[in-house]
């Protein structure tokens, strides 16, 4: 059976492939050069997974850089390749004679023409040899029969044709969902996406139902039934402005309380405070933005992931218990997006951002308009639901996943 690299994620999930990938390619390379020695992941590693040679030697070492990017060469790895080499290049505890980028997929045309490129003006800029071992090498290296026990203990083959079976089954039964939902459904997609692109676009111009520091830093929610866009459906909001309910809409921020009572306005019902606001609409649609949850280091950019995640996971709960309370039903769409975030750093309790992370992982673009989350049942776990999204504002902030959850998928934050 060929074995695949790739294949790790579906052995060991997205996280535990990049660590499995950088533990293979170590091995991968000490069974071409036996002296090669791997250095423990830390923040001062200078760049190096594994180097060959002499560490103080005049002659210097061959540096071999692991980076665990399945998807290839997009701009924000490009940039971490050339932080990689920079940190390496300027180290001063050894000299770089050659270095090497070893990568769990080939190159596309476009990313070796960058790739080429770059090489060819460090390598005259700074006299160190670069290259690139895609799948191609390493996986015509786990074919070598000195290898065969190497490849044998990450990819475990038996197992692996049974993983491969289950996630076909599993692709021919989304497919069958997919087919089963029917043109209404895919035509209620498109009309959501518009929608959200719609709504996005008229709160950075600052068309908002309340006033909002147009340049401030925004956090978005959009929670959306598909049947809001049916000829002629309005729900009743009433149930919203009694004293029991009016809670349901208090906007997203960090520290609850202090809500106002909803306001009926020509789209619905509004609840507004200072730098936040929630809007209900008569379509049973609901937006919610809010600016006090990122200014509140807007002067450093940065932010805790642990307090926007259980914020968003406590009003989530509230918002879909509002959307239920005046006949909303599934399925429902869950969108996040945040504006005006590049620049900032996205910090876990118990991680140090003040170094590294600090330095070099910012996200990188002023929007992240996140994957819509599908909510098919109000009893859902909504937690383990919305893990997709919060793992990629912790992407676009260098991280490999939201450290709120563990390797399994398990969140961390308390009283959740």
């Known amino acids: 059976m060929a074995v695949r690299l790739i294949d790790l994620q579906l052995l060991y999930g997205v996280a535990g492939a990049r660590e499995q990938f950088e533990n293979l390619c170590a091995q991968l390379i000490r069974s071409q050069s036996p002296t090669a020695t791997g250095i423990r992941v830390h923040r001062g590693d200078g760049g190096i997974d594994v180097y060959e040679g002499k560490f103080t030697g005049e002659e210097g070492i061959h540096v071999f850089q692991v980076k665990y990017f399945p998807n290839g060469l997009g701009k924000s790895q490009r940039n971490e390749v050339k932080e990689s080499f920079t940190r390496c290049r300027t180290n001063t505890q050894f000299s770089t004679r050659k270095w090497t980028l070893c990568l769990p997929v080939d190159l596309s045309v476009e990313e070796t023409e960058w790739f080429s490129h770059w090489a060819q003006e460090s390598e005259a800029a700074y006299g160190i040899n670069i290259d690139c071992w895609g799948a191609t090498e390493l996986e015509s290296l786990l ?226 308009v996140l994957p819509e989350i599908l909510i098919d049942s109000f009893d859902c776990n909504i937690t383990e639901a919305m893990r997709p999204a919060f793992d990629a504002i912790a992407n676009a902030a260098g991280w490999a996943r939201s450290m709120t959850y563990d390797e399994n998928g398990k969140t961390l934050l308390a009283d959740l």
């Open 143 to 368: 074919y070598y029969a000195e290898n065969r026990g190497i490849r044998e203990a990450f990819f475990k083959e038996e197992h692996l044709t049974q993983i491969r079976e289950m996630h076909g089954m599993l692709q021919h039964l989304i497919s069958d969902f997919t087919a089963r939902l029917g043109e209404p459904s895919k035509e209620a997609m498109k009309f959501l996406r518009s929608y959200r692109a719609e709504r996005l676009d008229k709160i950075i111009k600052g068309e908002t139902p309340a006033k909002l520091n147009k340049d401030a830093p925004k956090f978005v929610l959009h929670i959306v039934p598909f049947s809001a866009f049916e000829l002629g459906k309005r729900f009743n909001l009433a149930a919203l402005t009694n004293a029991d309910n009016v809670h349901l809409l208090e906007p997203l921020k960090p520290y609850s309380g202090g809500y106002n009572y909803p306001e009926y306005k020509f789209d619905g019902l509004l609840s507004n405070q200072q730098g936040t606001y929630t809007q209900i609409f008569y379509n049973g649609g609901l937006e919610a933005v809010d600016t006090t949850i990122l200014s509140a280091s807007r002067d450093l950019r940065i932010t805790t992931g642990n307090i926007y995640e259980k914020r968003l996971l406590g009003t989530l709960e509230r918002f879909l218990a509002a959307q239920r309370r005046v006949g909303v039903e599934p399925p429902l769409l869950v969108m996040v997006s945040l504006l005006e975030v590049e620049g900032y750093t996205v910090g876990f309790d118990g991680f140090d951002i003040w170094g590294y992370q600090e330095q070099y992982h910012r996200i990188d673009r002023p929007k992240l």
